[in-house]
Every structure is written in C-alpha cells, then in structure tokens.
C-alpha cells in the first residue's frame, strides 16, 4: 500500500481518500503572487538594518496582502511583517505541524490545521526552512501589532478597550517609515536584547517572564484605577460640594482611625499586591464603592 514511481509518473497504490489527497497536493497549487512580490528596495534596506537576517534567530520579512472584500479599507495592498525563525530552533509540537499540508488531511481535521497553518506559512517552511508569524501590519499610524503582548492585553482590558489585535484591514494602509520602526524595536525581543543571544537567553528565563507578568499586572492595576478615577469624576466633585456642607456632619457617619489609614494606602497596596486592604469576600449580592 503506498504510491509507485513509475516513468508515466507517480501511480497510487493505496487509494484511501487520505492517500489519494497526499498523491494529488502540489505546492505550486498553493502559492499566489503575495507569497514572493519584493517590497519597496528602501523599505528592505531599512529593515535589514534593524532587523538582519541570521540563521540563529528570528528575522522580520515583508509580505503583501491583496485587498478583500471584507475589509473596510478593501481598495489597496497592505503590507505586513512576518517573524521568520529557523527551523531547527522551532518546537517539536510546532514542526510536526508542517509535515503535511491542510489539504491532505481528513476533512475534520482540515480547519483546524488551517487556522495554525496557512497556505503561506506552509510554503515558507517547505521552501525557505523557517517558521513564519505575523508581527506586525503596515496600517493606520505607523502599524498595528499582529499580536498583542500580555502586558498590552492587560492594560487594553483594564481600559476597557478590546484586547483582540486590529484585523488587516481595518485601518488604511500605511508605509515602512520610522513611525513603523519604532512600533518594531519596542516590540522585537532581539532588539531589545541588543541583538545579543545571551541577553536574549536571559529574557526567557523563568525568573525574568515571571517579573514581565508581574509587570504586565501592575500595568493593568495602575490603569483601571486611572480609567476608573475617570468614571467616577462626577460623583466625586459632588461629594467635594455636598461635604462643604453642614448638614454632611449629620448625615454621613464619622470615619474611624483605622478606615482613615487605609484610604491613604489602599491603592499603593492594590498596585502592589491585587489586594484591597479591609476587603472581605462578599456575604451578598450587595456592593459598595469607594470613591476616591
């Protein structure tokens, strides 16, 4: 059971349906014109300088995108940048992924596969030898990330904004400038190890991501007590006018000591610690808020 090389070509021997889809995929019958069309020579000069190419690391490659019809910009090409790494520094859980094209597999299995690998990712690893993410899209004001850090998606949702990445098309399309190159070195790892491995090697250790995620809480922390200080303006300039008056002395209870003290440090411990101090696990559905 297999397939045969004969002179007339290749010959299927095993004719389940999996074996007839391995015999029948072409990597020609994948790639379009976005897969190999050059970005502008500047825009490639600039990006070498900042992001060269290696067979040890990571690098940035430009890809164009054709317009499609769902995009609220559908009239023009946007470009992206993809993050190309090396396939032997690639994860055995990732590369297996790669041994076979959506395509070829059950029909179950097929959209799954599609999701984590596409036609253009599949092509890249087969004919280059590299594992290719989106990074980064060339729209709007400089670019959008392709993905959003956690310490992004903390502070985006402790704004109350979506933390989901802006999809291509979204925003108008924008060139490769410095505006551009900023959003990449704040964003690039290597670069920001200063293209040094063994700075490189450092950021991934556990002691080092676990002080990023302690970051990125702390950021989202600080940023819902600022969003939060925001929506509660109003109520908090009409308890400034209703405490100038008499009758607040008769109306509102005295405050003790104790609650005093924990209103001048309740938020530093929350930024610090995720803890509000006095706070009790709630006996009801009833809520209070302290307004600051």
Not at 255 to 284: C, L, M, P, Y
Request: glycine share 4%; aromatic share 12%; hydrophobic share 35%.
């Amino acid at each position: 059971m297999g397939f045969v090389e004969r002179d007339s070509g290749l010959v299927v021997t095993d004719t389940t349906d999996d074996a007839v889809r391995h015999a029948q995929f072409s990597m020609s019958s994948i790639v379009d014109a976005t897969f190999t069309r050059e970005p502008p020579a500047d825009w490639e000069r600039r990006l070498r300088e900042i992001s060269p190419i290696r067979t040890d690391v990571a690098h940035l490659r430009f890809r164009v995108r054709v317009p499609h019809k769902s995009w609220m910009y559908p009239k023009d090409d946007v470009w992206m940048l993809y993050s190309w790494t090396p396939k032997h520094l690639v994860p055995s859980d990732r590369a297996w992924q790669y041994e076979r094209h959506w395509s070829e597999l059950p029909t179950a299995e097929q959209p799954g596969r599609k999701h984590f690998i596409s036609d253009y990712q599949f092509w890249v690893w087969h004919t280059h030898g590299y594992d290719a993410r989106p990074f980064w899209i060339l729209q709007g004001n400089g670019g959008t990330p392709a993905k959003y850090t956690e310490r992004e998606k903390r502070y985006l949702d402790a704004s109350d904004c979506l933390s989901d990445p802006i999809p291509i098309g979204a925003m108008p399309p924008c060139r490769f400038d410095e505006r551009a190159v900023q959003g990449i070195i704040e964003r690039d790892r290597l670069i920001q190890a200063g293209n040094r491995l063994d700075h490189l090697a450092e950021m991934d250790r556990p002691d080092y991501l676990a002080a990023e995620d302690e970051a990125a809480e702390r950021t989202f922390r600080e940023t819902f007590l600022e969003t939060w200080s925001m929506i509660m303006a109003p109520s908090v300039e009409f308890m400034k006018w209703y405490l100038r008056k008499s009758e607040a002395d008769q109306t509102l209870p005295k405050a003790s000591r104790e609650t005093a003290n924990a209103v001048t440090r309740w938020k530093d411990e929350f930024i610090q610690h995720g803890t509000v101090i006095g706070a009790k696990a709630a006996a009801s559905r009833k809520t209070q808020i302290l307004v600051t």
